[in-house]
């Protein structure tokens, strides 16, 4: 992995297909279900479950979900936002929509559906000539879209701040491609593929396909389970005399108490979560989805422009809805050059840190949810949040933190975490441990 640091502008991921990557990771969230789930009937047609990102024509995300609840992801937006605002939007979704949530994207006159060349949600030729003729005769334009990831973008990735070397990780990431390839890229899709997407010019691209698939797979897995690897548990921080700790919740024992976390009397812990979505380290459907959401964060990190610290960042709410997402970067549409790009140790007028939007800046500025208060927001964060950013958060009601782990040894980390522990901001870290590896077997279908 290449440093960033020097006068080359790095290779970063385009934009349209990090909001793929993203669509695609949503269908891998542990909330995710197949909408078919949700009212079973012999008679009903099996409906596969998948992930969508809604993007304004400003370009920046309105909305990031999964199927879930009987709902599909592309509809999400739709159902929360209502046509005037998700209208001219164009919407990233894992897989090719059914005729369900074509009606629906065809009516809000959403700018242009982007999918993966991947088993539609519904698979049947009937239904997908359905979904031509209502994409053919409206202003909606329907594509499949095939992230490009180059041997530059791989070289230039961000390094993890969850991990300290990645040697003995390469298993891990390479077993991650192998399953993503059998579920979604194997011989019997492959076969059909030209017939279910009604791609005709599919057997002439096929070799070509298949590497940017496999590319695109090794990418994902890089900066998911590679950068925050399954073994790893996530407890709260607490301040000691000396620095930080790390509070070891065991499952028979309730979560920790904290100032924005509380535990209702009467409530078991598991309930409690349910209905409040405080952090609870000793319910592995929260441990789940902080590991997932965590990820997540980690990828938007290799969206950054800066030239020395990449941050991603997710902001979620009690009900498990993703209400904003964010990277850290140079002014919207500014060209490589525009502005200083030196770090702190370099003189002022050269640092590039008065010009940098900081990722929970941009999250914040583009949230769908502007009252955050009484909603119990998380932000998963891939580095401590900064001087600048916590009083924004504070004024929106962000109080919880699920950030990687901090070293031991002293820094600026390990000061600015003491800075948030004494601002009363409730944080939770991560110790190393194989739990989450088993965690990680559990069935997707958990409660919340």
Known sequence: MASRQGNREPRRILKPDLFMAVAFWMEQSPLAERPSDFIKHSSSPSINSSGAV???????????????????SAVHAINKFGQERVKGCNV???????????KLLVQCEVAKVFYLPIEP???DEEDAARVDAMFLSSKSGLSIK????????????????????????????????SDLLTKYWNEEWINK???????????????????????????????????????????????????V?????????????????????????????????????????????????????????????????????????RSREIVAIGWNGFPAKALYGEFPRASESDEARLKKEPYVIHAE???????????????????????VPCGQCLPLLKQSGVNTFVIPKINANPGASQGQLRLVLEKNFDCFGYKHTRRNREVEKVSKQLEF
């Open 54 to 72: 809604m993007v304004l024509p400003n370009d920046r995300a309105l909305s990031v979900d999964s199927s879930h609840g009987g709902v599909h």
């Open 92 to 102: 990233y979704v894992s897989r090719r929509p059914c005729s369900s949530c074509a």
């Open 121 to 123: 949600e519904l698979d």
């Open 146 to 177: 095939i992230p490009k990831i180059d041997d530059m973008i791989f070289q230039d990735r961000r390094e993890s701040p969850y991990r300290e070397n990645t040697a003995s990780l390469s298993e891990d990431a390479r077993q991650f491609v």
């Open 193 to 243: 593929a030209q017939r279910a997407l009604r791609w005709q010019a599919f057997d002439g691209l096929k070799d070509q396909i298949k590497e940017d698939i496999q590319n695109f797979f090794k990418w994902i897995a890089h900066t998911t389970v590679v950068d925050v690897p399954g073994g790893i548990c996530f407890e709260a921080v607490k301040k000691t005399q000396t620095g």
């Open 245 to 317: 700790d790390y509070h070891v919740s065991r499952p028979t024992e309730s979560p920790p108490k904290t100032q924005h976390s509380p535990i209702q009397e009467g409530i078991s812990p598991s309930q409690d979560n349910k209905h409040t979505g405080a952090p609870a380290p000793d319910s592995d459907q929260w441990q789940l989805v902080a590991l997932h959401t965590s990820r997540l964060a980690q990828m938007l990190s290799q969206r950054s422009d800066d030239p020395t610290r990449g941050v991603g960042c997710v902001l979620m709410i």
């Open 361 to 383: 800046q941009n999250a914040l500025l583009t949230r769908n949810k502007r009252n955050l208060k009484g909603k119990w927001p998380v932000l998963f964060i891939n580095e």
